[in-house]
């Protein structure tokens, strides 16, 4: 029944978060993969440049690269001032006795806010629920939407996304593009909030959620926080 209001109403994303896309034209055009840091660094740069209000990279910066990869993109995470959020996550080691937590590393955390992006996958292979946070290793850590959305607080309950907002309404801008610099891009991201991640197919970061629908990590993300700026963090009835 949750479902099918789903698909019965729809609302308005508010525009207020732009998914920055690392889709394949982005991809494609650097021709590599993973990605040097500096690039990130450079994306760093540029968002500044265009005045983007709070930044979330929901990309992996658990293991070091070069050294002056590593610092130049430290560098870039300390001229942004702390307004960067870094994911983190927990998944189970190959035994599967315990999991293994991938946090980002020292230099890169201590000028980052840290953020939980691990989402709860239903018995029927669906996403519904997303956290408020988690604690990862005994401490407390708030998730990514929770982190852009400021509304975050340890003894909250997972809350069901409203999947009626329309992610063809959420603004969506190509990681090239801004790491070019590209004028009318840059305007977009003006004042907003950022979330940049993975939604090229070959990046496999790709979520089942209700009525039929496959999103992309970073939007989902984004679908998540809408529903708290929304005041849409609903939950069961009885």
């Known amino acids: 029944l949750a479902d ?36 990130y660094a450079e994306l760093l740069r540029q968002f500044q440049k265009a005045g983007v ?9 658990s293991t070091p690269s070069d ?6 993109f430290a ?7 702390g307004s ?5 996550f927990q998944q189970p080691r190959t035994d599967r006795s315990t999991l293994h937590v991938n946090r980002p590393l ?24 997303y956290p408020f946070g988690e604690k990862l290793d005994g401490e407390f850590v708030p998730s990514m939407a929770a982190v852009l959305s ?9 809350f069901l996304i409203d999947f009626s907002i329309r992610t063809a309404g959420i603004p969506k801008v190509s990681f090239v593009d801004v790491l070019r610099g590209d004028e009318a891009t840059l305007q977009k991201l003006r004042g907003k909030k950022v979330i940049v991640g993975g939604t090229a197919l070959e990046l496999g970061d790709r979520f089942s959620v209700p009525n039929g629908v496959i999103l992309s990590g970073p ?9 708290l700026l929304q005041n849409r963090a609903l939950q069961w009835t009885s």
């Open 4 to 39: 099918l209001r789903f698909a019965w109403q729809s609302r308005q994303a508010s525009g207020d978060i732009v998914v920055v896309a690392i889709d394949a034209q982005s991809i494609d055009r650097i021709g590599v993969w993973p990605w040097p840091r500096p690039l």
């Open 75 to 81: 560098e870039a995470l300390e001229s942004a001032g």
């Open 106 to 129: 020292h230099q890169f955390s201590e000028h980052s806010w840290p953020a939980v992006v691990n989402v709860e996958v239903g018995p029927d292979g669906l996403v519904r629920r």
């Open 150 to 158: 400021g509304q975050y607080a340890e003894k909250r309950t997972p």
């Open 67 to 72: 050294e002056a990869s590593d610092r130049n």
């Open 219 to 227: 939007v989902l993300q984004t679908l998540a926080a809408e529903s």
């Open 53 to 61: 209000q709070d930044i979330a990279l929901d990309v992996d910066f």
């Open 84 to 88: 960067v959020v870094l994911p983190s």
